[in-house]
């Protein structure tokens, strides 16, 4: 792989703002719902996006990225195929690891916790405020499974495309959200010369703790 500049020699200088225990919040929920609230209002492309990881059945990890769809006091919600390669594995371990980046403010979380399904009602909710196109497309995907081809996915489409043609278009039951109920947040903030601030909030006898970590 040719490069103007070697992989070693990439690095960036964070300097923008500072984390300090007296500013952040006494609730991880409300710290998180202000710092997505920045990253939307400095209009960055996808700010609710993020990553998660899930394990399989031998403990091998897998990452993608979601977007979140709910933040509340008692959990992050997202949606999925119940039947992915991430909802077969949540299935087998409901435990789960989060990241959001969001390099142009110079910051990161971090959250560990546990998955569960939401009731049907919720799913149903978010279902039908979707566009028409991805509610056909959550019909016409297997997702995770493998394909022939690019044309049969688009047969799929179109398949569908004439069932449900002037109806209301139904969330398949394989289709539905999970709720993250998290034991564990750490927020980053990049600091000059890589002391970097991290602040942690850990789950202790029904309490947040909040700690500074060192970078």
Known sequence: MKSDKKLSDIRNEYKLEELVREKVSDSPFKQLEYWINEAVNAKLYEPTAMTISTVDATGKPSSRVVLLKGLEEDGLTFFSNYKSKKGLELETNPYIAINFFWPELERQVRIQGKTEKVNSEVSDAYFNSRPEGSKLGAWASPQSQTISSREELVNRMEKYQKEFEGKEIPRPDY?????????????????????HDRIAYSKKNGNWVIERLAP
């Open 175 to 195: 289709w539905g959200g999970y709720k993250v109920i998290p034991e564990y947040f750490e927020f980053w903030q990049g600091r000059p010369n890589r002391l």
